[in-house]
């Protein structure tokens, strides 16, 4: 079975502190992706990777950044968490093919206090 | 920008009855996915239609897709109490990488 595994399921850390979230899959998937879900406004792109140390903005870039130094691993950083980032991140894997299905990890909660 | 938009925004319908969803996009797609979401889950793949395509089944699932309408819907028969879940859309598009672009879903509850 296809495995997406996200660090943490909950995460509670202060302003300003540099946070880190990885994912790591085991299906040897070129893509990967970066969601955040807010109530009313379903899943909203941060960044996506579709190679080692390729990157590219989704719609909500800004205040976070992407590191995939293997291909297993994509990581979400928040610089400098703040209040308006708490949310569920969701991160998903699938192959580099034009019809293929995204396996997702099972979120991290993040709250910012 | 959100590319998919679900309708409704929530759906509630008694054991049974069959439940129906629908999705618009704003530009040309190579596919449509559905998911589901169980609260506080990821999400699970539940179907893939092509842009080629116009309809699609599994199970108790049946998608349809209108490209000339940029719209799609998502029907399941004879609901279970197991199907209340969150159910969203999803397009990859024709232009630029396979960005993998989700709607706000549509909160399906199923009353036993």
């Known amino acids: 079975d296809v495995k997406v595994t996200q660090s943490s399921r909950y995460l509670v850390k202060r302003t300003g502190e540099k946070v880190f979230l990885e994912c790591v899959q085991d299906?040897?998937?070129?893509?990967m992706f970066w969601y955040r879900q807010d109530p009313g406004l379903g899943l909203r792109l941060i960044y996506f990777?579709?190679?080692?140390?390729?990157?590219e903005k989704g719609d909500i870039p800004e205040g976070y950044s992407v590191s995939r130094e293997k291909k297993e691993r994509f990581s979400l950083i928040l610089e400098s968490a703040s209040t308006n980032q708490t949310s569920m991140y969701l991160c998903?894997?699938?192959?580099?093919?034009?019809?293929?299905?995204?396996?997702f990890g099972q979120g991290t909660r993040l709250t910012v206090v | 920008s959100q590319q998919g938009e679900e309708d409704p925004q929530a759906l509630s319908i008694q054991e049974g009855e069959n439940a129906t969803m629908n999705c618009s996009y704003k530009?040309?797609?190579?596919?449509l996915q559905w998911y589901r979401q169980n609260s506080g889950r990821g999400l699970v793949h539940l179907i893939l239609?092509?842009?080629?395509?116009r309809e699609k089944h599994s199970g108790r699932l049946r998608v349809t897709l209108d490209t000339s309408k940029k719209s799609s819907s998502l029907l399941i028969t004879a609901s279970r109490a197991a199907d209340t879940a969150s159910y969203f859309c999803?397009?990859?598009?024709?232009?630029?990488?396979?960005?993998?672009?989700f709607g706000q879903g549509t909160r399906l509850t199923i009353n036993p």
């Open positions: 998903a894997s699938s192959f580099f093919r034009t019809s293929t299905e995204a396996f």
């Open positions: 299906m040897d998937h070129e893509n």
């Open positions: 990777s579709y190679d080692v140390k390729m990157k």
């Open positions: 530009t040309s797609i190579n596919n």
């Open positions: 239609i092509r842009s080629n395509e």
């Open positions: 999803a397009t990859t598009l024709i232009q630029g990488a396979q960005k993998l672009v």
